[in-house]
Structure formats: structure tokens, C-alpha cells
């Protein structure tokens, strides 16, 4: 998995919607090799979205999920798949914790590779994967409200290697 990875250079490639990024130094969110399938990479772009924004307050949740995927998809879908020959998947979620239903299907895609590999209940694991994305939505939204407590904020990823029955009993959650 990389964060924040390169796209390949384009050679020429010509894209049908306006908005498709074509900047020799465009990044993806994350990159993750073999996701999905066997030696293809992932590309990931994340959005969260405050869904009482004034602009938004028209459309119903799952209306906002498909119109803002819709719109990730025009700048990256085409030249990740053509250009990188990836998978892109759009991880659209809304600050109130509702997510859209690309974002669902990979989350349920991680929850359950995580779970076969770590040999836990399905289950307690995409609770610890839905506790985690929810506290970083939240520590994400006070860092836009009160600015960061350092002067040069680094991006940490956070390994989830600790069992997830255990995190589940500790945020009382069961």
C-alpha cells in the first residue's frame, strides 16, 4: 500500500471528460497492489462530505454519494484504468458517517481479507474499520476547526495490527 502515489505520465492519451486530471504530477489517495485482484493495482481517492453544506441540502444522501462519485470518476476513472491499468474506486463518506456504496463494497472487500488473514470474526472487524474511519472523520473535522497543534503536520497511517475483538471490547461496543 502506498499513500498519496504518482500516477504514470501520460503519452499522449486523450481523456473525454474536461475535468480529468492530466498534470504530469497528479496523485491518487492510496494505492494498494493486489486489492481487488492479483497483481492489479487499487487506486483509491477519499472525499468526506458535510451533507448540510447549503449546496447539497437538495439532494438525499444517496443522490449526494452517486453525484459526488460521479465527479471523481471524470477526473481519475479513465486514466487510472487506461494510463496505470488499475481499478478506481471512489471512497465517498459523509461527516455524519453515512458511506457510499463503492466505498461500502471495499470496505466490506478489507473487513473480510482482514479477517480471513487474522483468523477473527468478520463482524468485530469491520466494526474496528467503521470506529476507525468515524474517529478519523472526527479528528479530521476538529483539525479544520481549530487548526493543527503543530507547525508542520505529518501524515502518520496508523497500523491496524492490534486484534479487533480487543478494540471492540475496549470501545464498548459489543
Given at each position: 500500500?502506498?499513500v498519496?502515489?504518482d500516477?504514470?505520465?501520460?503519452t499522449?492519451?486523450k ?35 458535510y ?26 476513472e ?11 474506486t ?24 482482514l ?35 503543530t ?24
Open positions: 500500500m502506498k498519496e502515489p500516477l504514470l505520465p501520460l499522449g492519451e481523456f473525454d471528460h474536461k475535468t480529468a486530471k492530466v498534470a504530469p504530477d497528479v496523485r491518487s489517495d492510496v494505492r494498494a497492489r493486489g486489492f481487488f485482484s492479483k497483481e492489479q493495482n487499487a487506486f483509491f481517492e477519499f472525499r468526506i462530505v451533507p448540510f453544506a447549503l449546496s447539497y441540502l437538495k439532494f438525499a444522501p444517496p443522490d449526494l454519494y452517486e453525484r459526488v462519485a460521479h465527479l471523481r470518476k471524470m477526473e481519475y479513465h486514466r487510472i484504468n487506461q494510463v496505470d491499468n488499475g481499478s478506481f471512489p471512497m465517498i463518506m459523509l461527516s455524519t458517517g453515512g458511506m457510499g456504496a463503492e466505498m461500502t463494497i471495499a470496505m466490506k472487500h478489507l473487513a473480510r481479507k479477517a480471513d488473514k487474522r483468523k477473527e470474526a468478520y463482524p468485530a472487524v469491520m466494526t474496528m474499520l467503521r470506529c476507525s474511519m468515524a474517529f478519523n472523520v472526527a479528528r479530521s473535522s476538529l483539525v479544520c476547526l481549530r487548526g493543527s497543534r507547525r508542520h503536520a505529518k501524515q502518520v497511517l496508523e497500523k491496524l495490527d492490534n486484534p479487533s475483538d480487543l478494540m471492540v471490547q475496549e470501545l464498548h461496543l459489543r
